[in-house]
């Protein structure tokens, strides 16, 4: 109907205010494609208040595989990037894309998109008087924030490396016979990879040459975190360890009190593999308890394997 048209027109893509999405969710949509000529004015001035702030933090403490990728993605700094141009860019050097996708994606489905080179894709945007941080993604976090880092090869290998992770944990519990049990030692591998994911790829330090550099995106994205994270007397900053990764809670709604620093990605990629060996040997079967809470979406996505 007309009227519903305009409606959604005017509305635009704003994170949490957007009826296009909502629209998606409630016909169960969960991979769509970008509506491009939804974005308000006010979505594009979001994205450059956002863009043109960052530059010079990102040169000061982002790693240089992250700046390398921002410069060959090309990313417009004026307007909301088109993710089929970033697309073109990105796909032919490590064959990873940015998928759009409608909101919440299940754990397994999340890690699956993974290994096959897809990265699930925030569309809408933050509003442009709100600027620091969000709980919810968006695409300045999913796109300036995770997307430079899918051009490195050895990043882009290392988030395959978690998605076969999570087809590993889907065969190792599909066996069990005993439900609950079944639930308790799904629960417990969910939390200790999603844990390890977040002190890694979301944020994660490494050491450089400089000294060191940020390479999580919740951190990259961050206009005050990414400063506060290198530089703050308020943070902890250790050599990352498995086993206090996989069992450290945190929380999302104030900057980390403690960050994980790894040697390379090479080192990262490593790690990804000693996790899976560990999951194996059932060392991800007893996480300490604590955040991030494991629903019902994340469990019964493993469990029907999508
Ligand atoms: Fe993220």
């Known amino acids: ?80 990037p088109k993710l089929e141009d970033v697309n073109r860019f990105l796909r032919p050097l490590t064959g990873f894309q940015a998928k759009a996708v409608s909101g919440y994606v299940p754990a397994f489905l999340f890690f699956d998109c993974l290994r096959n080179r897809s990265f699930p894709t925030t569309i809408t945007i933050r509003p442009s008087d709100q600027l620091d941080y969000l709980p919810e993604p968006d695409i300045f976090h999913d796109v300036a924030g995770h997307v430079p880092m899918h051009t490195d090869p050895a990043f882009a290998e290392t988030l395959v490396r978690f998605g076969e992770c999570a087809h590993t944990a889907a065969e190792l519990v599909a066996g069990i016979r005993d439900e609950a049990r079944q639930v308790r030692r799904l629960t417990s591998i969910i939390k200790a990879m999603a844990r ?51 069992n450290q809670s945190f929380e999302i709604d104030h900057y980390q009190p403690l960050l994980f620093i790894v040697d390379s990605f090479d080192h990262l990629f490593s790690l990804v593999d000693q996790l899976e060996d560990w999951m194996r040997d059932g060392k991800l079967n007893n996480a300490a308890p604590g955040e991030p809470e494991v629903n019902e979406r994340d469990l019964m996505s493993f469990l029907q394997k999508g």
């Not at 949490?16 to 629209?23: D, G, L, V």
């Not at 010079?56 to 403490?61: F, K, N, T």
């Not at 990414?226 to 086993?243: A, L, N, T, W």
């Open 196 to 246: 390890f994911f977040w002190f890694t790829v979301e944020f994660g330090l490494m050491r450089s040459k400089g000294g060191l550099r940020v390479y999580g995106s919740g951190l990259l994205s961050s206009f005050g975190e990414i400063e506060h994270s290198i530089v703050s007397p308020e943070v902890q900053r250790y050599p990352i360890q498995i086993e206090w990764a996989i």
């Open 1 to 80: 109907m007309p009227r519903q048209n305009s409606v959604v027109e005017s509305a635009g893509l704003t994170t949490n205010h957007a009826p296009f999405i909502e629209q998606a969710r409630h016909d169960g949509q969960l991979y769509i494609q970008q509506p491009y000529e939804l974005y308000t004015g006010e979505n594009h001035v979001a994205w450059r208040r956002l863009f043109a702030r960052m530059g010079p933090r990102w040169e000061r403490y982002a790693n240089e595989h992250f700046l390398k990728g921002i410069h060959s993605l090309c990313l417009d700094p004026v307007n909301v």
